[in-house]
């Protein structure tokens, strides 16, 4: 089963290149707007993660590139939340343009780490809970 969310976001000036065009590294920050909205809305926030004793840091980003985003466009963000047997928060992203069409495409892996750094390979009771209440388990 997926969970998705629709983020909408406005293309700043400063987020372009000399050519007027979003510069490609902030492609990954959109990522981030998606899931940080995600998180928000379902429940399952990095301060979430955080107040139960874990981060969930990145440890794979995929960004396929397809169109520009260019200054002032509302771009729409699709983040997915994939479920997975492993302990691990994947996300797939698809970014729109004003028109409707793909500009990018993305995946993001996370896993999640104690307060020590130390990677957690068995499921943490908060996530596990979550993934319950939306009928993933």
């Not at 372009?16 to 926030?45: A, Q």
């Amino acid at each position: 089963m997926e969970i998705k969310e629709i983020t909408n976001i406005r293309v700043r000036f400063n987020e372009t290149d000399s050519l007027g065009i979003v510069w490609h590294g902030n492609y990954i920050s959109y990522f981030e707007d998606g899931r940080e909205d995600f998180g928000k809305k379902h429940g399952i926030s990095y301060l979430d993660a955080k107040s139960n004793g874990f981060a969930t840091p990145i440890v794979e980003s995929i960004c396929k590139h397809k169109l520009p985003l260019k200054y002032g466009d509302i771009a729409k963000i699709e983040t997915t939340f994939v479920d997975t047997l492993a302990n691990k928060l994947i996300f797939t992203y698809k970014i729109f343009n004003p028109k409707g069409q793909v500009v990018c495409t993305g995946k993001t892996i996370q896993v999640f780490v104690d307060d020590n750094g130390e990677l957690v390979l068995n499921m943490p009771d908060f996530f596990e809970s979550w993934k319950k209440k939306k009928d993933l388990i």
